[in-house]
């Protein structure tokens, strides 16, 4: 495991001892997605791909968060939020709109150059968002896949 495992094993132990049940519960949770991931690929897992688990986890969290709400239960929709702010804390900080932009613009930029000079259209979305979330990823810099795509769209609308 890279950095990540080993900072929720300290944490483990650190929860153990200050009996925080559902710190522990969640960290053992993260901890055996990971062994799980590490299992399936029969090779320790990079750090990106750690924080490629703990981002699914996120979204799953929040996807429960909605569901919870909608159904009228608070009390589990509190739980996974608390779930959430736990998980974050493994993660580099997420990108807001204004990280995001110049990452955007750069991608349009070079997919235009590789086009002739002709800018990328709305058809062309899924290559602008790659090629932004790769310019991300290089920096470390983690975005919401929702946030990232309506900016792109907002931005190759203006084009």
Same mark, same amino acid.
């Given at each position: 495991m890279a950095d990540i495992g080993i900072k929720i094993d300290q944490d483990i132990i650190t929860a153990m001892k200050a009996k925080e049940a559902?710190?522990?519960?969640?960290l053992r949770l993260v901890k055996s997605i990971l062994?799980?991931?590490? &299992?399936?690929?029969?090779?320790?897992?990079?750090?990106?791909e750690e924080q490629a688990a703990l981002t699914t986890m996120l979204k799953q969290r929040r996807e429960s968060i909605e569901q919870f709400t909608k159904g009228g239960r608070p009390e589990l929709a509190a739980k996974e939020q608390s779930e959430i702010t736990l998980i974050e804390a493994y993660l580099p900080k997420e990108a807001s709109a204004e990280d995001l932009l110049?990452? &955007?613009?750069g991608a349009i930029k070079h997919l235009t150059e590789?086009?002739?000079g002709t800018p990328p259209t709305a058809r062309e979305m899924g290559l602008v968002i790659k090629l932004a979330k790769q310019r991300l990823l290089a920096d470390g810099i983690r975005a919401d896949g929702k946030l990232l795509s309506d900016l792109v769209r907002?931005?190759?609308e203006k084009l």
């Open positions: 559902e710190k522990l519960t969640t062994k799980s991931k590490e &299992i399936d690929k029969r090779e320790p897992l990079t750090e990106a110049p990452k &955007i613009h590789d086009n002739g907002q931005e190759l």
